[in-house]
T-cell receptor, first 114, second 114 residues
Protein backbone atom coordinates (compact mmCIF):
# COMPACT_ATOMS: atom_id res chain seq x y z
CA UNK A 1 0.00 0.00 0.00
CA UNK A 2 1.98 2.98 -1.29
CA UNK A 3 -0.57 5.68 -0.34
CA UNK A 4 -0.11 8.79 -2.49
CA UNK A 5 2.75 8.80 -4.98
CA UNK A 6 4.05 11.72 -7.01
CA UNK A 7 6.42 11.94 -9.96
CA UNK A 8 8.88 13.44 -10.53
CA UNK A 9 10.52 14.30 -7.18
CA UNK A 10 12.54 17.15 -8.64
CA UNK A 11 12.28 19.16 -11.84
CA UNK A 12 14.02 22.16 -13.32
CA UNK A 13 12.32 24.03 -16.16
CA UNK A 14 13.11 27.06 -18.21
CA UNK A 15 10.57 29.86 -18.46
CA UNK A 16 7.94 28.97 -21.06
CA UNK A 17 8.43 25.23 -20.93
CA UNK A 18 5.55 22.93 -20.09
CA UNK A 19 5.34 19.89 -17.89
CA UNK A 20 2.90 17.60 -16.14
CA UNK A 21 3.13 16.52 -12.52
CA UNK A 22 1.69 13.09 -11.91
CA UNK A 23 -0.16 11.88 -8.82
CA UNK A 24 -1.69 8.53 -8.00
CA UNK A 25 -3.36 7.06 -4.90
CA UNK A 26 -4.16 3.47 -4.08
CA UNK A 27 -6.57 4.06 -1.19
CA UNK A 28 -9.72 4.12 -3.34
CA UNK A 29 -10.31 7.73 -2.32
CA UNK A 30 -12.86 9.82 -4.12
CA UNK A 31 -11.32 13.27 -3.68
CA UNK A 32 -7.90 14.51 -4.75
CA UNK A 33 -6.10 17.83 -4.39
CA UNK A 34 -3.12 19.79 -5.64
CA UNK A 35 -1.36 22.27 -3.34
CA UNK A 36 1.69 24.43 -3.62
CA UNK A 37 3.91 25.23 -0.66
CA UNK A 38 5.94 28.42 -0.53
CA UNK A 39 8.08 29.65 2.37
CA UNK A 40 6.07 31.55 4.94
CA UNK A 41 2.78 30.92 3.14
CA UNK A 42 1.78 27.43 4.20
CA UNK A 43 -0.05 25.31 1.65
CA UNK A 44 -2.40 26.83 -0.87
CA UNK A 45 -4.95 24.87 -2.84
CA UNK A 46 -4.52 25.01 -6.61
CA UNK A 47 -7.24 22.63 -7.83
CA UNK A 48 -9.23 19.80 -6.43
CA UNK A 49 -11.36 16.95 -7.72
CA UNK A 50 -14.29 15.96 -5.56
CA UNK A 51 -14.85 12.79 -7.54
CA UNK A 52 -13.85 11.13 -10.78
CA UNK A 53 -14.86 13.34 -13.66
CA UNK A 54 -15.05 16.62 -11.74
CA UNK A 55 -12.49 19.33 -11.07
CA UNK A 56 -12.72 22.74 -9.43
CA UNK A 57 -10.48 25.72 -8.87
CA UNK A 58 -8.89 26.37 -5.54
CA UNK A 59 -7.25 29.49 -4.19
CA UNK A 60 -4.45 29.86 -6.77
CA UNK A 61 -5.44 28.19 -10.07
CA UNK A 62 -3.96 30.66 -12.56
CA UNK A 63 -1.30 29.13 -14.82
CA UNK A 64 -2.33 25.55 -14.08
CA UNK A 65 -4.62 22.91 -15.51
CA UNK A 66 -5.63 19.56 -14.09
CA UNK A 67 -6.96 16.24 -15.30
CA UNK A 68 -8.67 13.58 -13.23
CA UNK A 69 -7.71 10.71 -15.45
CA UNK A 70 -9.53 8.07 -13.39
CA UNK A 71 -10.27 7.48 -9.75
CA UNK A 72 -6.60 6.83 -8.96
CA UNK A 73 -4.83 9.55 -10.91
CA UNK A 74 -4.88 13.36 -10.83
CA UNK A 75 -2.35 15.30 -12.87
CA UNK A 76 -1.31 18.95 -12.76
CA UNK A 77 -0.08 20.66 -15.91
CA UNK A 78 1.92 23.85 -16.30
CA UNK A 79 1.45 24.99 -19.89
CA UNK A 80 4.00 27.79 -19.87
CA UNK A 81 6.08 27.78 -16.72
CA UNK A 82 7.00 31.05 -15.01
CA UNK A 83 9.55 31.73 -12.24
CA UNK A 84 6.61 32.50 -9.91
CA UNK A 85 5.65 28.84 -10.17
CA UNK A 86 8.87 27.77 -8.46
CA UNK A 87 7.52 25.89 -5.46
CA UNK A 88 7.01 22.53 -3.85
CA UNK A 89 3.86 20.83 -5.11
CA UNK A 90 1.90 18.35 -3.04
CA UNK A 91 -0.85 16.04 -4.11
CA UNK A 92 -3.32 14.78 -1.51
CA UNK A 93 -6.37 12.57 -1.38
CA UNK A 94 -9.28 12.02 0.97
CA UNK A 95 -12.09 9.55 1.20
CA UNK A 96 -15.17 11.63 0.49
CA UNK A 97 -14.13 15.26 0.37
CA UNK A 98 -16.10 16.06 3.48
CA UNK A 99 -14.55 18.78 5.60
CA UNK A 100 -14.10 16.22 8.36
CA UNK A 101 -11.92 13.97 6.23
CA UNK A 102 -8.23 13.45 6.80
CA UNK A 103 -6.13 14.32 3.78
CA UNK A 104 -3.26 12.01 2.87
CA UNK A 105 -0.29 13.67 1.23
CA UNK A 106 2.31 12.57 -1.25
CA UNK A 107 6.03 13.31 -0.75
CA UNK A 108 5.99 16.36 -3.01
CA UNK A 109 7.63 17.58 -6.21
CA UNK A 110 10.21 20.33 -5.95
CA UNK A 111 9.97 22.49 -9.09
CA UNK A 112 12.37 25.24 -10.06
CA UNK A 113 11.61 27.51 -13.00
CA UNK A 114 14.59 29.47 -14.29
CA UNK B 1 -12.36 37.15 6.13
CA UNK B 2 -11.88 33.65 7.43
CA UNK B 3 -8.33 32.89 8.47
CA UNK B 4 -6.03 30.77 10.55
CA UNK B 5 -2.97 32.15 12.30
CA UNK B 6 0.11 30.49 13.68
CA UNK B 7 1.92 33.34 15.40
CA UNK B 8 5.22 31.52 15.95
CA UNK B 9 7.31 30.99 12.84
CA UNK B 10 10.10 29.17 14.65
CA UNK B 11 10.34 27.59 18.11
CA UNK B 12 13.34 25.98 19.79
CA UNK B 13 12.96 23.65 22.76
CA UNK B 14 15.29 21.34 24.64
CA UNK B 15 14.76 17.62 24.41
CA UNK B 16 12.53 16.52 27.28
CA UNK B 17 10.94 19.93 27.69
CA UNK B 18 7.26 20.58 27.17
CA UNK B 19 5.91 22.12 23.98
CA UNK B 20 2.97 24.28 23.06
CA UNK B 21 2.31 25.49 19.51
CA UNK B 22 -0.32 28.14 19.03
CA UNK B 23 -3.12 28.29 16.50
CA UNK B 24 -5.91 30.86 16.29
CA UNK B 25 -8.73 30.97 13.81
CA UNK B 26 -11.24 33.50 12.68
CA UNK B 27 -14.55 32.03 11.62
CA UNK B 28 -18.17 32.79 12.34
CA UNK B 29 -18.74 29.34 13.83
CA UNK B 30 -16.48 26.59 15.08
CA UNK B 31 -14.70 25.06 12.12
CA UNK B 32 -13.24 21.62 11.81
CA UNK B 33 -9.69 21.86 13.20
CA UNK B 34 -6.59 19.86 12.34
CA UNK B 35 -2.91 19.67 13.14
CA UNK B 36 -0.53 18.23 10.54
CA UNK B 37 3.20 17.58 10.81
CA UNK B 38 5.74 17.76 8.01
CA UNK B 39 9.13 16.13 8.51
CA UNK B 40 11.95 17.45 6.33
CA UNK B 41 11.56 16.47 2.69
CA UNK B 42 8.25 14.73 3.25
CA UNK B 43 4.55 15.33 2.85
CA UNK B 44 2.15 16.24 5.64
CA UNK B 45 0.80 13.71 8.10
CA UNK B 46 -2.26 14.18 10.32
CA UNK B 47 -1.53 14.42 14.06
CA UNK B 48 -5.08 14.98 15.30
CA UNK B 49 -8.39 16.62 14.50
CA UNK B 50 -11.37 18.14 16.30
CA UNK B 51 -14.97 18.40 15.21
CA UNK B 52 -17.05 18.54 18.38
CA UNK B 53 -17.37 17.08 21.84
CA UNK B 54 -14.50 16.77 24.29
CA UNK B 55 -12.31 19.83 23.85
CA UNK B 56 -9.09 17.93 24.61
CA UNK B 57 -8.09 15.76 21.66
CA UNK B 58 -5.44 13.07 21.70
CA UNK B 59 -3.36 12.38 18.64
CA UNK B 60 -0.48 10.28 17.45
CA UNK B 61 3.12 10.48 18.71
CA UNK B 62 2.00 11.68 22.14
CA UNK B 63 0.52 14.98 20.97
CA UNK B 64 -2.69 16.53 22.21
CA UNK B 65 -4.58 19.71 21.41
CA UNK B 66 -7.13 21.74 23.31
CA UNK B 67 -9.97 23.62 21.66
CA UNK B 68 -10.93 26.83 23.44
CA UNK B 69 -13.99 28.45 21.92
CA UNK B 70 -13.67 31.65 23.97
CA UNK B 71 -10.18 32.22 22.62
CA UNK B 72 -10.76 30.83 19.10
CA UNK B 73 -7.70 28.70 19.65
CA UNK B 74 -6.59 25.15 19.06
CA UNK B 75 -3.13 24.84 20.57
CA UNK B 76 -0.97 21.76 20.17
CA UNK B 77 0.91 20.37 23.17
CA UNK B 78 3.35 17.65 24.09
CA UNK B 79 4.58 17.05 27.65
CA UNK B 80 8.09 15.89 26.70
CA UNK B 81 9.65 16.57 23.31
CA UNK B 82 11.88 14.05 21.57
CA UNK B 83 14.56 14.90 19.00
CA UNK B 84 12.47 13.15 16.36
CA UNK B 85 9.71 15.76 16.84
CA UNK B 86 11.81 18.33 14.97
CA UNK B 87 9.59 19.20 12.01
CA UNK B 88 7.20 21.82 10.75
CA UNK B 89 3.69 21.88 12.18
CA UNK B 90 0.63 23.18 10.40
CA UNK B 91 -2.74 24.07 11.84
CA UNK B 92 -5.59 23.72 9.36
CA UNK B 93 -9.28 24.60 9.38
CA UNK B 94 -12.37 23.80 7.34
CA UNK B 95 -15.56 25.86 7.70
CA UNK B 96 -18.36 24.01 9.47
CA UNK B 97 -20.19 21.90 6.93
CA UNK B 98 -17.53 22.81 4.43
CA UNK B 99 -16.23 20.56 1.72
CA UNK B 100 -12.80 20.37 0.14
CA UNK B 101 -11.58 23.83 1.10
CA UNK B 102 -8.93 23.38 3.76
CA UNK B 103 -7.10 26.51 4.85
CA UNK B 104 -3.63 25.93 6.25
CA UNK B 105 -1.73 28.17 8.61
CA UNK B 106 1.74 29.32 7.66
CA UNK B 107 3.41 26.73 9.86
CA UNK B 108 5.68 26.63 12.90
CA UNK B 109 9.11 25.11 12.54
CA UNK B 110 10.23 23.23 15.64
CA UNK B 111 13.89 22.79 16.47
CA UNK B 112 14.86 20.40 19.26
CA UNK B 113 18.22 20.84 20.93
CA UNK B 114 19.95 18.13 23.02
Amino acid sequence: NAGVTQTPKFQVLKTGQSMTLQCAQDMNHNSMYWYRQDPGMGLRLIYYSASEGTTDKGEVPNGYNVSRLNKREFSLRLESAAPSQTSVYFCASSDSGSGADTQYFGPGTRLTVL
Amino acid sequence: AQSVTQPDIHITVSEGASLELRCNYSYGATPYLFWYVQSPGQGLQLLLKYFSGDTLVQGIKGFEAEFKRSQSSFNLRKPSVHWSDAAEYFCAVVPPGGYQKVTFGTGTKLQVIP
